[in-house]
């Protein structure tokens, strides 16, 4: 038993021992953790956080949603905001308008292709013009207008007023930038300016605008 009390006392000193040699060998910490106490005490506070004008408002921040933490910035609405809207009716234009340049006329109409031939012949049908043909896909819509220079929709619904003596007469389409050209032409194709032509301008004007 003494012996053992013996050995037991020299392998904790051995021990002991080697713990201290090893704590003397350890490289020094005084590099590692820095005392910045002071130079805390010194830093000066950093200015605060500064939002643009156009987004400061009394409640500009709305949490997106409670189940997480974003929040989404709304823009205020400023005050006295001009706001430019377009308005309903452009009283600067007409529905149409007849178009003078030189020796050439013709009926402009404000509108797209589709509405404008719709609109012209249901105006023709309501003048009572004789429709002989329609179509389409060449722009033309073509009428028999009486040779004497009688009003051509008093007597087109009756059945007799074929058999007299009529001249062709084509309502052609052309679409421009700022509308769709309603011109009148002879059988020909050629642009014609006559007391028939002004009379169907005037007619359709008087029909589209009111």
Known sequence: M????IMTKCTLIALISMGLMACSI?????????DQKEAYKNAHELPSLEL?????????AIKADSKTDAVRVVPPVKQNAIVNTTPLNDESKTGAEIINIGEVTYLLV???????????ITALEELEYDIEDKNREENK???????EGN???MLSSLTFWKSESTIEYLVVF????????????NSEGVLVDNDVS????????????T
């Open 26 to 34: 350890m490289p020094s910490t005084s590099g590692i953790f820095v």
């Open 141 to 147: 819509v073509y009428l028999n207008i009486p040779e």
């Open 151 to 153: 009003d051509p929709g």
């Open 110 to 120: 404000h509108d797209s292709y589709r509405n404008t031939w719709r609109k012209i």
């Open 198 to 209: 002004k009379r169907i301008y005037a007619d359709l004007l008087r029909k589209l605008t």
């Open 174 to 185: 052309k679409e421009y930038s700022d509308g769709v050209a309603v011109k009148v032409q």
């Open 52 to 60: 643009p004008p156009e987004l400061v408002s009394e409640s500009t």
């Open 2 to 5: 003494r012996t053992q009390e």
